[in-house]
């Protein structure tokens, strides 16, 4: 079957330091995947995403990159700030007709002034 | 454009009673779908709705059900009302397509909590 891994939480980090969030997948197709943030009381936004194999997302300083050798989606950012403080979620979803996405666990990142 | 509408926001249910969410996707989205989220079960996949018809359905009892309109707007429902509901229930809406790369896009999510 097809499942995310990330790495355990909580996370708690200085203003300005760099965060890795690691993220691995199984998949049974070729998946796009996803990082989703989740605010404190909010639904789920889009952070990033990267449909292939060595794309590169990005969005407010968060980078991530595909890489199917080592079936990781690893979520980077050079300098954190406190209102980066949320759950972060990574996903992937299968090439098909259908929207079902497929999340890891979440982890928590707060990120202390 | 508007984004995904979900009401209500919050209720309060008794353990027995059933419940109808509401769901408005963004214009244009034709796909709908449903996300249970618990601190113990995380994010699990209820069912996901395209055309009036459900295409896509997760591993959950019978007592969740959903549909979806003629105008793309869908509702879920949960007959008999257990504590472990409690949940923030998620609508997500998409455009129609085999590309995986397509967007889905949430909703705030319903507060559901059951006594």
């Known amino acids: 079957g097809n499942s995310v891994t990330q790495m355990e939480g909580p996370v708690t980090l200085s203003e300005e330091a760099f965060l890795t969030i690691n993220c691995t997948y199984t998949?049974?197709?070729?998946?796009?995947l996803f990082w989703y943030v989740q605010y404190p009381g909010e639904g789920l936004q889009l952070l990033l995403k990267a449909t292939k194999a060595d794309d590169k997302g990005s969005n407010k300083g968060f980078e991530a990159t595909y890489r199917k050798e080592t079936t990781s989606f690893h979520l980077e950012k050079g300098s954190v700030q406190v209102s980066d403080s949320a759950v972060y979620f990574c996903a992937l979803r299968l090439n098909g007709a259908n929207s079902k996405l497929t999340f890891g666990k979440g982890i928590t990142l707060s990120v202390r002034p | 454009k508007a984004g995904v509408t979900q009401t209500p926001r919050y209720l309060i249910k008794t353990r027995g009673q059933q419940v109808t969410l509401s769901c408005s996707p963004i214009?244009?989205?034709?796909?709908v779908s449903w996300y249970q989220q618990t601190p113990g079960q995380g994010l699990q996949f209820l069912f996901e709705y395209f055309s009036e018809t459900q295409r896509n359905k997760g591993n959950f009892p019978g007592r969740f059900s959903g549909r979806q309109f003629s105008n793309s707007r869908s509702e879920m429902n949960v007959s008999t009302l257990e504590l472990g509901d409690s949940a923030l229930y998620l609508c997500a809406s998409s455009l129609v397509g085999a590309n995986s790369g397509n967007t889905i896009y949430f909703g705030e999510g319903s507060w559901l909590t059951v006594v």
């Open positions: 214009s244009g989205h034709r796909s």
């Open positions: 998949a049974t197709g070729y998946p796009s």
